[in-house]
């Protein structure tokens, strides 16, 4: 067994002249963290380490709940994704539930490929159906500008799925706000851009449902 962690000895460094910068220009910020959680928005994106979400849309520790997994695939199979909405739709009431991909996505990436590790292959068969259904539109665009389309298709297409969720469809039914946006963000210049994809009513989301069936 690992008698010591000397190999993350400098993150420990980085965590202490973190706090100190903190308690410098907030001196109540830890307080106010202990007092309430109650983020506006559920950020659902990628594990890629280049994605951090606070950062990206400038927003503090506290003020966006955030879920991550290998392509921000929303997949009703899928406790931990679910568990996760359902706790920030009924519990923390957020407003805003923002799927987020990115340029340059690995796990779409994949996709494209003719296979991947057991694991992986399983976890991204959606978007090999995601392709296949839009393979037309694909086979038209080079090897970048397909990949960057297969990026878009499959945040849409989970837009698409969080309409069918019901605790999200219940929130509706009760008159709480609660909007559903499509982001995609660029690792190559740090833009994020909306796809133009926001639904915020049962009404709104069965007539998006119909147009992409």
């Known amino acids: 067994m690992c ?15 973190w706090i100190a910068r903190m308690n410098e220009t907030d001196p109540d910020f830890f307080d106010s963290l202990t007092r309430t959680h109650a983020p506006e928005y559920l950020w659902i994106g990628c594990s890629d380490a280049r994605v951090p979400a606070n950062q990206i ?5 506290g003020e966006v709940f955030v ?11 899928d406790m931990n994704v679910l568990t996760v909405i359902e706790y920030a739709v009924e519990v923390l009431q957020v407003k805003h539930i923002m799927v987020t991909g990115h340029y340059g ?9 003719d296979g991947s ?12 159906k995601y392709a296949l259904r839009h393979q037309d539109e694909l086979a038209r665009l080079d090897d970048q500008a397909r990949w960057d389309r297969l990026c878009e298709i499959n945040v849409i297409e989970q837009v698409r799925n969080l309409c069918h969720i019901p605790s999200i469809r219940n929130a509706w039914a009760r008159g709480q706000r ?17 796809l ?7 009404e709104q989301a069965d007539r998006f449902l119909t147009r992409c069936d």
Do not use: T
């Open 57 to 61: 849309v400038g927003l503090k520790p």
């Open 67 to 77: 879920h991550r997994n290998i392509a921000n695939l929303i997949n009703s199979s």
């Open 105 to 113: 996505c690995g796990g779409v990436k994949a996709a494209l490929g």
């Open 178 to 194: 609660l909007e559903l946006h499509g982001l995609i963000y660029d690792i190559r210049d740090g833009v994020i851009k909306s």
């Open 196 to 202: 133009d994809v926001s639904i915020c009513s049962r």
């Open 3 to 17: 008698q010591q962690c000397d190999d993350l000895n400098h993150l420990f460094d980085n965590n202490r002249a």
């Open 117 to 128: 590790p057991d694991m992986v292959e399983h976890w991204i068969r959606p978007i090999r």
